[in-house]
Each structure stands twice: as structure tokens, then as C-alpha cells.
């Protein structure tokens, strides 16, 4: 049964960083895509950032390109979520997705089937 579990959020001041951590158990992320989600209180849940762990090809929405870096331990089966920068519109509960899912879809949420539990972060003085 595959399982993943976010980590690392909290409360930082604005211009701070953070990095999330998607540990995923009882698959082999190397034939999948791992995706990080955010939703804000009153909002859809939108898309952040992509990587296909076959080649590492990574994908960034604006707000995040620049800012936040999305990477991959193998060998430990995590997939991260560097923030920089981080502002109050950050705010949100982050969320990592997997899925055989192509870089032409990525950020259809609809499309993953496995979700983390989420993890809150703050960016607030």
C-alpha cells in the first residue's frame, strides 16, 4: 500500500525559508511523478511544482519558479520542497501527490490518486 507523509512546514516570517519533505513508502518513486499541491482556506487546491523521478525533469508554476526548488533523494525514497522567499500569500496547507502522471497534465490534481496528509505553512511577522 503506498503511503506518503509530508513534513517540515511551520511558521517563518515573511522572506524566510522552509523545506517540505514527502517521504513515500511501498512504491518505488522512480516510474512515478511527484507533485506538491497547496490549498488556502476558501480556495481550490492549486499546483506548485512537479518532478518525474525517471529523469529528474522538474516543473514550477510562476509564483513558485525562482523561489522554491523541488528535488529528489532516491535512495531514501523523499522528495523536497525548498522555499525561499516566502510570503503571506504562501500561506496554505502543502501537499504532495504521486502518480503516473506526464508533464502535459501536471497540475490536474485530479489526476493523482495517492495524497499526503498535509502540512501547514505560515509565512507571518
Known amino acids: 500500500q503506498v503511503h506518503l507523509v509530508e513534513s517540515g512546514g511551520g511558521l517563518v516570517q515573511p522572506g524566510g525559508s522552509l523545506t517540505l519533505a514527502c517521504a513515500a513508502s511501498?512504491?518505488?518513486?522512480?516510474?512515478?511523478?511527484i507533485a506538491w499541491f497547496r490549498q488556502a482556506p476558501g480556495k481550490e487546491r492549486e499546483a506548485v511544482s512537479w518532478?518525474?523521478?525517471?529523469?529528474?525533469?522538474?516543473i514550477y508554476t510562476h509564483s513558485a519558479r525562482g523561489r522554491f526548488a523541488i528535488s529528489r533523494d532516491k535512495a531514501k525514497n523523499i522528495v523536497y520542497l525548498q522555499m525561499n522567499s516566502l510570503k503571506p500569500d504562501d500561506k496554505a496547507v502543502y501537499y504532495c501527490?504521486?502518480?503516473?502522471?506526464?508533464?502535459?497534465?501536471?497540475?490536474?490534481?485530479?489526476?493523482?490518486?495517492?495524497w499526503g496528509q498535509g502540512t501547514q505553512v505560515t509565512a507571518s511577522s
Open positions: 501527490a504521486l502518480d503516473n502522471v506526464q508533464d502535459s497534465s501536471w497540475d490536474g490534481y485530479e489526476l493523482y490518486a495517492c
Open positions: 518532478i518525474h523521478d525517471s529523469d529528474g525533469r522538474t
Open positions: 511501498g512504491v518505488t518513486l522512480r516510474y512515478y511523478a
